[in-house]
């Protein structure tokens, strides 16, 4: 699995340096630079990723989760604020604000955040949890299982499909 990740990024940084500069091809650079722990190289691609195109929200949301990571808490919130206001609807950016404002001290907003995210979508069990720990004063919380980021763009995730990706 370890060489799976590794020939991933590879073949990524092949393409990048073929010229290909899609938002996506670098956020899925920085998605992989992520899951093999390189921190500060993930946070550069996925700035490079929103510099080639602002309006992706899926570029701020993973550079937010990106911050978070890193303790850079302010500016995981602004990177949230903005997946939010590109696409009001996503869930785990709102899940995330929550958790950014409660490792803050920003009790009320945390609160907040999830209770709005339980009011449009009541199944969602991560923020459910979030509130119960927050009002137990427990200090981990919860983003949604299974889901660290979004998706890779299916188009770039192999070097075969580099002419689609152009």
């Not at 969602?124 to 004063?137: E, I, S, V």
């Amino acid at each position: 699995m370890a060489g799976d990740k590794a020939q991933e990024l590879e073949e990524y940084r092949r393409a990048a340096a073929l010229g290909l500069s899609r938002w996506d091809l670098f956020l899925n650079i920085g998605l992989a630079l992520l899951e093999n722990g390189k921190l500060q190289a993930a946070t550069d691609a996925l700035r490079y990723a929103v510099r080639l195109d602002p309006a992706q929200p899926e570029s701020h949301f993973n550079l937010g989760l990106i911050y978070e990571r890193r303790n850079m808490l302010a500016e995981a919130e602004q990177e949230m604020l903005v997946a939010l206001r590109l696409e009001p609807d996503n869930l785990d950016a709102r899940n995330m604000l929550g958790v950014i404002y409660a490792r803050q001290g920003k009790i009320a907003q945390a609160s907040f955040q999830w209770q709005r995210l339980l009011h449009d979508a009541s199944d969602y069990g991560p923020a459910r949890t979030n509130l119960t720990m927050l009002a137990a004063g427990s200090p981990g919380f919860r983003t949604k299982p299974g889901r660290a980021s979004v998706p890779r763009s299916p188009i770039c995730t192999r070097m075969s499909a580099l002419a689609l990706c152009s």
